[in-house]
């Protein structure tokens, strides 16, 4: 049984990601195009679980299970797709067993690096959504202290219809005619 906890954005939880990172490149090494900091940690201003999520993009997947224990050894939990076709997923926990990070990678022409970022670029140039879901998650963090599958249950038609925004607005960001001075 994990624990849902929802906390006040922490500053520190960038630094945490490039820490992260820099590890995570440490193994995964040339395989890597980019690491992202996404999720809710990566959101100034909204609450969240203190659990750092990280999109690595890689040219090969394939190369990312050779590393599987070298992951290991960093202490996560390697996952396979774990639900997701097409994605590698790891988790660690810290000494007292709480989860602290999550890392999910993909190819780089994943539709779901896409979906990641567009989602997280959306919630920052977009506060009040934000603020929308950072409510939402304190209010199901506080109904289903000790039950992690309703707190997601609870999230999942709120993310789908900001995935649905975030796609459009993405879309309308990268067709808008350039300025020229």
Same mark, same amino acid.
């Given at each position: 049984?994990?624990?849902?906890?929802?906390?006040?954005?922490?500053?520190?939880?960038? &630094?945490?990601?490039?820490?992260?990172?820099?590890?995570?490149?440490?193994?995964?090494?040339?395989?890597?195009?980019?690491?992202?900091?996404?999720?809710?940690?990566?959101?100034?201003?909204?609450?969240?679980?203190?659990?750092?999520?990280?999109?690595? &993009?890689?040219?090969?997947?394939?190369?990312?299970?050779?590393?599987?224990?070298?992951?290991?050894?960093?202490?996560?939990?390697?996952?396979?797709?774990?639900?997701?076709?097409?994605?590698?997923?790891?988790?660690?926990?810290?000494?007292?067993?709480?989860?602290?990070?999550?890392?999910?990678?993909?190819?780089?022409?994943?539709?779901?690096? &896409?979906?990641?970022?567009?989602?997280?670029?959306?919630?920052?140039?977009?506060?009040?959504?934000?603020?929308?879901?950072? &409510?939402?998650?304190?209010?199901?963090?506080?109904?289903?202290?000790?039950?992690?599958?309703?707190?997601?249950?609870?999230?999942?038609?709120?993310?789908?219809?900001?995935?649905?925004?975030?796609?459009?607005?993405?879309?309308?960001?990268?067709?808008?005619?350039?300025?020229?001075?």
């Amino acid at each position: 049984m994990r624990k849902v906890e929802v906390v006040k954005h922490n500053p520190k939880w960038r &630094e945490k990601f490039q820490i992260e990172a820099q590890k995570i490149n440490h193994i995964l090494g040339e395989n890597i195009i980019a690491i992202h900091h996404i999720g809710s940690t990566a959101i100034a201003h909204i609450y969240a679980k203190p659990i750092i999520d990280i999109l690595v &993009e890689v040219k090969e997947l394939v190369k990312v299970d050779e590393r599987n224990s070298s992951m290991e050894l960093l202490g996560y939990k390697v996952m396979g797709e774990f639900g997701i076709t097409g994605r590698r997923y790891f988790w660690k926990n810290n000494q007292e067993g709480i989860r602290t990070h999550h890392v999910h990678i993909f190819e780089f022409n994943s539709k779901q690096i &896409e979906r990641h970022l567009a989602f997280r670029d959306y919630m920052i140039s977009h506060p009040e959504d934000a603020h929308k879901y950072s &409510e939402l998650k304190r209010s199901l963090a506080q109904k289903y202290p000790t039950d992690i599958d309703s707190y997601m249950n609870g999230k999942d038609s709120f993310i789908k219809e900001i995935a649905r925004k975030a796609a459009q607005w993405r879309l309308s960001i990268q067709q808008s005619p350039c300025e020229t001075i």
